[in-house]
Nanobody
Framework: QVQLVESGGGSVQPGGSLRLSCVHS????????MVWFRQGAGKEREWVCS???????????RCADSVKGRFTISKDTSENTVYLQMTSLTPQDTAMYYC????????????????WGHGTQVTVSS
């Protein structure tokens, strides 16, 4: 059984930074991507960033245009942890952030999600 546990959320002022962590455990069978999604209140779930579990994949790191240049996804394979470093945060980034494990070939869509974490809340306000 794969488990994903997020941490690192919180409240921050506009322009601030946060680093989210996702520790994953269990067999990584069929998992091709580790993905961050987010969902704001009353909004649809939105893809944020993805990182391939295979470093030889073309374009192993991908982020949505809305966060490109501000958010960075990375992984520490030895710690089974995926990070989302978020900088220059705005109120529009306020959302519940979810870590997900996706099938290979499904880097940005929740249709390819095999496992979900419970989420960590990020609130950006002054």
């Amino acid at each position: 059984q794969v488990q994903l546990v997020e941490s690192g959320g919180g409240s921050v002022q506009p322009g601030g930074s946060l680093r989210l962590s996702c520790v994953h455990s269990g067999p990584a069978v069929n998992i091709g991507w580790m993905v961050w999604f987010r969902q704001g209140a009353g909004k649809e779930r939105e893809w944020v960033c993805s990182i391939s579990t295979d470093d030889k994949v073309d374009g192993p790191v991908r982020c949505a245009d809305s966060v490109k240049g501000r958010f960075t996804i990375s992984k520490d394979t030895s710690e089974n942890t995926v990070y989302l470093q978020m900088t220059s945060l705005t109120p529009q980034d306020t959302a519940m952030y979810y870590c997900a494990a996706n099938r290979a070939g499904w880097s940005t869509s929740s249709r390819g999600t095999l496992y979900w974490g419970h989420g960590t809340q990020v609130t950006v306000s002054s």
